[in-house]
Antibody, heavy 125, light 107 residues
Framework: VQLQESGPGLVKPSETLSLSCTVSGSSISSGYYWGWIRQPPGKGLEWIGSIYETGSTFYNPSLKSRLSMSVDTSKNQFSLRLRSLTAADTAVYYC???????????????????WGQGTLVTVSS | DIQMTQSPSTLSASIGDRVTITCRASQSISRWLAWYQQKPGKAPNLLIYRASSLEGGVPSRFSGSGSGTEFTLTISSLQPDDFATYYCQQYNYYPITFGPGTKVDIK
């Protein structure tokens, strides 16, 4: 299984970031969640959001107002759009597969077993 | 949100040492905990899921234990390839949250 992120490396403040993740070796319609995680330079990991093959999404509440994700099963890809960027959004963005899925009445979660190599996105004018 | 803490933040150890990293959750997460290893410039690599299940291809010197709010990752005999940063992640509650990381470096 391989995941590959693509998108711009430099985005201006207030603009929108669009990233795609192309999956190979695993169908995006095979019962997994597909997610995004980011890591500011020198800092820890932050979960951004995850999407299922049906388009069902879970977003980090801290980003929800600026975030949208989509899935394209015909291209075996999923995508992220993050609006109104600031310098605080500068990070390495990873896409990953969510494999061990917890789905219950009042909760949801996954771990991440395969990751892309990551792409550095810098927000600067 | 569930807050995850890790201790120590940095650990200096020698080849062959037994190493233990602790991860604590701000409330019970049952056994819905994963551990990752990350090397500089690389993506995290899943080591352990559901607190104690070894991911395929991960050396058996790695083991995880715990439940509820306290968890440990143990490396039974530290190897040169193990110098890295280790993160825990809870997935019992939405949103998913990660610990701040533990850096294992050479003593």
């Amino acid at each position: 299984v391989q995941l590959q992120e693509s998108g711009p490396g430099l985005v201006k403040p207030s603009e929108t970031l669009s990233l795609s993740c192309t999956v190979s070796g695993s169908s995006i319609s095979s019962g997994y969640y597909w997610g995004w995680i980011r890591q500011p330079p020198g800092k820890g990991l932050e979960w951004i959001g995850s999407i299922y093959e049906t388009g069902s999404t879970f977003y980090n509440p801290s980003l929800k107002s600026r975030l949208s994700m989509s899935v394209d099963t015909s291209k075996n890809q999923f995508s992220l759009r993050l609006r109104s960027l600031t310098a605080a959004d500068t990070a390495v963005y990873y896409c990953a597969r969510g494999a061990d899925i917890l789905t219950a009445y009042n909760t949801w979660g996954v771990d991440f077993d395969y990751w892309g190599q990551g792409t550095l996105v810098t927000v600067s004018s | 949100d569930i807050q995850m803490t890790q201790s120590p933040s940095t650990l200096s150890a020698s080849i062959g040492d037994r190493v233990t990293i602790t991860c604590r959750a701000s409330q019970s997460i049952s056994r819905w905990l994963a551990w990752y290893q990350q090397k500089p410039g690389k993506a995290p690599n899943l080591l352990i899921y559901r607190a104690s299940s070894l991911e395929g291809g991960v050396p058996s010197r790695f083991s995880g234990s715990g439940s509820g709010t306290e968890f440990t990752l143990t490396i039974s005999s530290l190897q040169p390839d193990d110098f890295a940063t280790y993160y825990c992640q809870q997935y019992n509650y939405y949103p998913i949250t990660f610990g701040p990381g533990t850096k294992v470096d050479i003593k």
